[in-house]
């Protein structure tokens, strides 16, 4: 078409201006919404590549999770670790130093002081450059590993005591 146009004496400019401003509308609403989604969810999404000028992005329920500021996610690229609980760091440290996707149930110690359960779900690839990059959700589980720890409670006190029963038959 642009040929042809040109050859019959058209000039072909593209709209620049009208077009530009409706491409950077659509390009700031699809920013909305996915914000929205990430941001609505009662979980952390996280986003983060080793190259030293690499994204990195991680939601606002962090400092809910956490009881610290984002700000300190993005200053020390290792800070994460430093919330794994203890007893955990091993464990969760030796599955995360491995490309992949992987699901990991572990805890963190809360700036409070308090043990918070969670079920972290992240993705680790290689990037053509040689960087990792990592992407992930993590959901808070404390709730859903005390009604565990309960259960095995009550089950136990049970089996104590029908152990603990004279045989009648």
């Known amino acids: 078409f642009l040929r042809e146009a040109s050859v019959l004496g058209f000039e072909v400019r593209p709209q620049t201006g009208e077009a530009e401003a409706r491409r950077e509308a659509a390009v700031q609403a699809s920013e ?11 979980a952390v999404f996280h986003e983060r590549s080793t190259a030293e000028d690499g994204p990195a992005y991680l939601s ?9 500021p984002r700000e ?4 020390d690229r290792d800070f994460w670790r430093t919330l ?3 007893a955990d760091r091993a464990r969760v440290f030796a599955v995360f130093d491995q490309l ?3 699901t990991v149930e572990y805890r963190i110690v809360h700036a409070s002081g308090q043990v918070v359960w969670v079920r ?3 993705t ?5 450059d040689g960087s990792l990059r990592e992407t992930g959700l993590t959901i808070d589980i404390t709730a859903e590993k005390e ?3 309960r259960v095995s409670e009550a089950e136990a006190l049970y089996r104590r005591l029908i152990e603990s029963q004279d045989a009648v038959f």
Not at 32 to 42: C, D, S
Not at 60 to 68: M, V
């Open 32 to 42: 909305r919404l996915y914000r929205g989604l990430i941001e609505g969810q009662q």
């Open 60 to 68: 606002p329920q962090f400092e809910q999770l956490t009881g610290y």
């Open 72 to 75: 300190r996610w993005n200053l």
């Open 84 to 86: 794994v609980h203890p």
């Open 100 to 102: 992949g996707s992987h």
């Open 120 to 122: 972290d779900q992240t």
């Open 124 to 128: 680790i690839v290689r990037e053509p």
């Open 147 to 149: 009604l565990e720890r």
